[in-house]
């Protein structure tokens, strides 16, 4: 009797729990639909889950008719890959130099840090740093350099160097590894499951950050896949007037406004949902790290 | 002398903090000086430093403060976030607590897997997938109503329903990542809490009370006063991309991050995109200690620091 309606429990469990995952995925799926749609059947019947007419029309004219998506994905990779690696190497530093507890101003570097996590200058103040003071505007480095230094990962990293066991340190000091050499040599090697989350959240950050580009970047060519995707979704002519002109005249007759700006999108998400069975148990563990109070 | 000493003693450890330290300078320093941007009248030529103060020198803030766009902006945010705060708490606890109580192993991870999803793309792609839903022409949700006969409804010109789409769209994001730390929460109950309950009688829903609930508290107190603590900053971009430039959205849908990137950008009120800058770090700032002021008297261990 108990078993017969713990059973009944558990199915509801599992009928409301899946519910809630079939929300969650079926916009991705309307939008991979729509993006294969013919767009008489996007206009006829509107965004459904399984197309009527499979085309990949939509495909052909994004790529086709505009080298620009093929560049932003090309600033939006290059920044991606220089922007993790270079925000790894140096949060972990820092985070190093707070564990070193033999330092006499590590405290006073901790608080440094922590500072910019309490307090921020807004908006304007770190527009007109960017822009009036350090000259950072329509670059590459401008898209890097401002998320480079995280204090929020740092610590991240710092909590779980703490558990890096001190006797391992001594031991290298003895065989008369400098600081540098223990850092590379044993630090980062022993930090491998926290660095894989801060990576995995930097590149995130990268890869989905407009907001910079937004402020930052005028020139077309620099402007990253988010931003794009934006221009196209708000601005369907802009597919129209670019690229190469012969092709895309043939097309725009039948040129599927609806069908492009799904299939920008589902370009853009392509790698991270490509990526995303591998990264997401990092993600788990990396966030329950970030749970420890510190 | 000693900072000498010590200097000459651990340079080269020091040496390693230098990178990070100069970024947090450049981006995170620098601009804490520039809020006073919002005591100036600014002007471009001059630069921060270099401009007037303003006369009198709270003018922008008066000025601020008397707009009726920016006090909307205010209200709106605040409003909102407050929704987002009470409905994320009760979603996120809630997913967390369903997950726990299934039994498959592999079901719980997938699900987990899956409400964590949309975690991982930009608020830019959030915006198409709500364009696809919503849009009076074609959206999936106006062909619905169709379909069952019902009138459409023309979203993008209707303020009145964007507090509740938003409110929505933000769960339909962050529920499955806000699950994870109160899920981390309940696995690390003893499991021996739950034995003596059953025994002593306790139901399933006895147990969620008396046990996994009180567990979870000190998580709930912590994340609702970081959430506080920012309730007079919206996340731009889910605004910048959900809703863009409607003006006959603004109603509901202004807030101050909106509007102060419309003073910088479009219409060029520096000082007063700067006055809001800086009443909103100043506000975070304020309910960052009350609040974690409040949390120590209430449970000591559940405060900030």
């Known amino acids: ?294 | 002398m000693q900072f000498f000493r010590e200097i000459k003693l651990n340079g080269s450890v020091y040496a390693m903090f230098v990178p990070v330290a100069v970024l947090l300078f450049l981006f995170s320093y620098m601009p804490m000086a520039g809020v006073i941007i919002a005591f100036k009248d600014f002007d471009f030529t001059k630069g921060i430093f270099g401009s007037e103060w303003a006369n009198p020198i709270w003018n922008n803030f008066d000025y601020l403060l008397t707009s009726s766009q920016a006090l909307r902006a205010i209200r709106n945010t605040i409003l909102l976030n407050l929704l987002f705060i009470a409905v994320g708490l009760v979603f996120e606890v809630g997913l967390a607590l369903l997950l726990h109580e299934i039994r498959s192993k592999a079901f719980k991870r997938t699900a987990q897997s899956i409400t964590f999803l949309p975690f991982f793309i930009s608020w830019i792609v959030v915006g198409v997938f709500l364009y696809n839903l919503l849009q009076y022409d074609h959206g999936a949700f106006n062909e619905l109503l169709k379909w069952l006969g019902a009138d459409k409804i023309d979203f993008y010109n209707s303020p009145g329903w964007w507090p509740l789409i938003l409110v929505l769209i933000m769960r339909w994001k962050f529920t499955g990542y806000g699950t994870i730390l109160y899920l981390a929460g309940l696995v690390s109950i003893d499991s021996s809490y739950y034995e003596a309950a059953a025994i002593d009688g306790a139901s399933r829903w006895k147990q969620i009370r008396y046990i996994s609930l009180p567990m979870l508290k000190p998580t709930m107190i912590i994340l609702t006063l970081l959430a506080i603590g920012r309730i007079l900053n919206a996340d731009f971009g889910m605004f910048y991309a959900l809703v863009g430039d409607a003006p006959m959205l603004f109603a509901t849908t202004d807030v101050v991050d909106t509007f102060v990137y419309r003073s910088l950008r479009e219409t060029g009120d520096i000082s007063m995109a700067s006055a809001s800058g800086f009443l909103q770090s100043i506000v975070a700032f304020l309910l960052v200690l009350g609040s974690n002021a409040v949390a120590r008297k209430v449970d000591r261990d559940s405060a900030l620091f």
């Open chain 1, 1 to 294: 009797m108990a078993s017969k309606k713990m059973d009944v429990t558990q199915a509801c469990l599992l009928a409301i729990v899946s519910i809630l995952c079939i929300l969650c995925i079926i916009p991705f799926l309307m939008v991979i639909s729509g993006s294969l749609s013919t767009e008489k059947d996007i206009v006829d019947y509107g965004y459904t889950l399984i197309p009527k007419h499979l085309t990949l029309l939509s495909y052909k004219v994004l790529l086709l008719g505009s080298g620009r998506i093929l560049d932003a994905y090309g600033v939006t990779v290059l920044v991606t890959a220089i922007g993790t690696v270079l925000a790894l190497l140096v949060n972990s530093m820092g985070a190093y130099v707070l564990t070193r507890k033999a330092l006499k101003y590590r405290n006073i570097l901790s608080v440094y840090a922590l500072i910019t996590l309490l307090f921020n200058g807004g908006m304007v103040p770190w527009y007109f740093v960017c822009v009036n003071y350090l000259h950072l505007q329509d670059s590459l480095l401008a898209l890097i350099l401002p998320a480079l230094g995280n204090a929020f990962n740092m610590y991240l990293v710092r909590n779980y160097m703490l558990s890096v066991p001190e006797e391992i340190y001594e031991s290298a000091k003895m065989d008369g590894a400098g600081d540098l050499k223990y850092f590379f040599r044993f630090m980062l090697p022993l930090s491998k499951p926290v660095l894989a989350t801060v990576g995995l959240f930097t590149a995130l950050a990268y890869w989905n950050d407009w907001f910079i580009a937004l402020m930052l970047v005028n020139k077309q060519e620099l402007q990253p896949l988010q931003l794009i995707l934006r221009t196209i979704v708000s601005n369907i002519e802009f597919v129209k007037n670019s690229g190469n002109a012969m092709d895309i005249q043939r097309l725009t007759a039948q040129l599927p406004s609806e069908g492009i700006k799904m299939a920008a999108t589902v370009i853009t998400i392509g790698p991270i949902v490509f990526l995303y069975p591998f990264v997401q148990k990092y993600f788990v563990k990396g966030i329950m790290i970030g749970a420890v109070k510190g």
